[in-house]
C-alpha cells in the first residue's frame, strides 16, 4: 500500500504560479511512473504530467511550455511546477503512481486560478 499526500494548492491569479508536491510513502524511484491528473466541476478526469522511472516526461498541449513535473528521489516526492496559469487550470489536482500492477491515488489539493 502506497500513500500518497498532495500539498501546495490554492487561490493564484491569472499568470500566476504554483508548485504542488506529492509526498510518497514508498521509494518514488522503485514506481514505474508517477502522474499528476486534474478534474475540473463536471468534466472528466486529465493527465497533466508524467515522468517514467527514466525520468522522461509527457506533457499535454493544453500545459507544454507552462507546466513541468519533477521528483527528488531523496524525499520521495514529485513536483508540479504551474506557470502562467489560467483559469481553465483550476481543478482539484491529483498525484497517482504506477506501481505495476497496481496504481494509487492521492486525496488531490484544489487550485483555483482567479481574479
Known amino acids: 500500500q502506497v500513500q500518497l499526500v498532495e500539498s501546495g494548492g490554492g487561490l493564484v491569479q491569472p499568470g500566476g504560479s504554483l508548485r504542488l508536491s506529492c509526498a510518497a510513502s514508498g521509494s518514488i524511484f522503485s514506481f514505474n511512473a508517477t502522474g499528476w491528473y486534474r478534474q475540473a466541476p463536471g468534466k472528466q478526469r486529465e493527465l497533466v504530467a508524467l515522468i517514467d522511472r527514466g525520468g522522461s516526461t509527457n506533457y499535454p498541449d493544453s500545459v507544454q511550455g507552462r507546466f513541468t513535473i519533477s521528483r527528488d528521489n531523496a524525499k520521495n516526492t514529485v513536483y508540479l511546477q504551474m506557470n502562467s496559469l489560467k483559469p481553465e487550470d483550476t481543478a482539484v489536482y491529483y498525484c497517482?503512481?504506477?506501481?505495476?500492477?497496481?496504481?494509487?491515488w492521492g486525496q488531490g489539493t484544489q487550485v483555483t486560478v482567479s481574479s
Open positions: 497517482r503512481v504506477f506501481a505495476t500492477p497496481y496504481t494509487y
